[in-house]
T-cell receptor, first 114, second 113 residues
Framework: EAGVVQSPRYKIIEKKQPVAFWCNPI?????LYWYLQNLGQGPELLIR????????DSQLPKDRFSAERLKGVDSTLKIQPAELGDSAVYLC????????????FGPGTRLTVL | AQSVTQLGSHVSVSEGALVLLRCNYSSSVPPYLFWYVQYPNQGLQLLLKYTTGATLVKGINGFEAEFKKSETSFHLTKPSAHMSDAAEYFC???????????FGSGTRLLVRP
């Protein structure tokens, strides 16, 4: 079974530029999560999807961040415009459904904003 | 609200020695507890989890953890450290209907030859 796939693995951009991250969850997993992991910290949830519905986006900075999961499978997280403080690792995770507690994580996208 | 405290941002042990990584949680309802490991430039991998039932939980790679409600702890142990155990370890709690994971700040395990 393939794991959670994320791309790109690394991204370097200049501030004020837009950037997008893509995630393909494990096949059959209905719940998808985006986490932000700052250096030396644990991941923090940005948004959670159940199928195509965003059911928890309270931690997503909506002035510059957006996300979508149009067909309830893969998902895209976007930042526009990026700021220096957005430099971090963006992790995607999936679980079969929200009642199945195990979340499986992808390798993450390391973003550097110059 | 739930929270997790991991005591010690860095723990160093000799190869073959006991590994003990500490985790304390705060939760107003019975928690689900997790330990994840993260190797450099990789995502998080589940080591073990506690939901209900037996309080001593065995995981992969010889790790185990014990849920102690009276101490609000979920410490991770391994009897004998291997060099390959060097990584970052995260404790997490999930304790409400959203199943959102709240992570600690992590403990970096160093294994000396």
């Amino acid at each position: 079974e393939a794991g959670v796939v994320q791309s790109p693995r690394y991204k370097i951009i200049e501030k004020k530029q837009p950037v997008a991250f893509w995630c393909n969850p494990i096949s059959g997993h209905n719940t998808l999560y985006w986490y932000l992991q700052n250096l030396g910290q644990g991941p923090e949830l940005l948004i959670r999807y159940e199928n195509e519905e965003a059911v928890d986006d309270s931690q997503l900075p909506k002035d510059r961040f957006s996300a979508e999961r149009l067909k309830g499978v893969d998902s895209t997280l976007k930042i526009q415009p990026a700021e220096l403080g957005d430099s971090a690792v963006y992790l995607c995770a999936s679980s079969r459904d929200r009642d199945t507690d195990t979340q499986y994580f992808g390798p993450g996208t390391r973003l550097t904003v110059l | 609200a739930q929270s997790v405290t991991q005591l010690g941002s860095h723990v160093s042990v000799s190869e073959g020695a006991l590994v003990l990584l500490r985790c304390n949680y705060s939760s107003s309802v019975p928690p689900y507890l997790f330990w994840y490991v993260q190797y450099p430039n990789q995502g998080l991998q589940l080591l073990l989890k506690y939901t209900t039932g037996a309080t001593l939980v065995k995981g992969i790679n010889g790790f185990e953890a014990e849920f102690k409600k009276s101490e609000t702890s979920f410490h991770l142990t391994k009897p004998s450290a291997h060099m390959s155990d060097a990584a970052e370890y995260f404790c997490a709690v999930s304790a409400d209907s959203s199943y959102k994971l709240i992570f600690g700040s992590g403990t970096r395990l160093l294994v000396r030859p």
